[in-house]
Antibody, heavy 122, light 109 residues
């Protein structure tokens, strides 16, 4: 059974850096094909894909946010960490981590965490 | 990469069939058969309903089906039920990663 859970601050100030942790179980990022991604959703708005990391440490980033994002993994702790720099109030959103189905590199997100709401405000 | 285009809202009566559209470009929906659909109830995480255009995950009702033609993917719900009322998002792989649609709010009348 695959589960994921996001953790991190609920309130951050503009210009600060946000660090979010996704702790998962039911699979390992040491296993070929596995990957974890981050998706966010501003209040009342649509989903937006941010970043993804594969088992082989290959990383993908949203082109529009690439300069501000870093994704890393700690396979010993079953965790994936996303950092977002230079925060702005428009970054206020619920941040989800999700497991990418392992069959092919390009396919869907089959399990999602519950999400964590991050508010950017001074 | 631009978001995929979905109608903002759709409504239907119980028992009806309803189809959502999701329009992309030659770089996403038109290029890959990696289109997926997610259902999201208020305050909840998205739930995968369809993957790779037309495949249903285990546990998802066979009332949900997906298809694609050219740059447009579609999700059809047959035998509409009150519990289907939710937001629905399409997603496609692109050469730059993944892109989501703006979402469609389904109202069951």
């Amino acid at each position: 059974q695959i589960t994921l859970k996001e953790s991190g601050p609920t309130l951050v100030k503009p210009t600060q850096t946000l660090t979010l942790t996704c702790t998962f179980s039911g699979f390992s990022l040491r296993t070929s094909g596995e990957a974890v991604g981050w998706i966010r959703q501003p209040p009342g708005k649509a989903l937006e894909w941010l970043a993804l990391i594969y088992w082989d440490d290959d990383k993908r980033y949203s082109p529009s946010l690439k300069s501000r994002l870093t994704i890393t993994k700690d396979t010993s702790k079953n965790q994936v960490v996303l950092t977002v720099t230079n925060l702005d109030p428009v970054d206020t959103a619920t941040y989800y981590c999700a497991h990418k189905a392992p069959e092919v590199r390009e396919t869907h997100f089959d399990y999602w965490g519950q999400g964590t709401l991050v508010t950017v405000s001074s | 990469q631009s978001a995929l285009t979905q109608p903002a809202s759709v409504s239907g009566s119980p028992g009806q069939s309803i189809t959502f559209s999701c329009t992309g470009t030659s770089s996403d929906v038109g290029a890959y058969n990696y289109v997926s659909w997610y259902q999201q109830h208020p305050g909840k995480a998205p739930k995968l309903m369809i993957y790779e255009v037309s495949n249903r995950p285990s546990g998802v009702s066979n009332r949900f089906s997906g298809s694609k033609s050219g740059y447009t993917a579609s999700l059809t719900i047959s035998g509409l039920q009150a519990e289907d009322e939710a937001d629905y998002y399409c997603s496609s792989y692109t050469s730059s990663g993944w892109v989501f649609g703006g979402g469609t709010k389904l109202t069951v009348l």
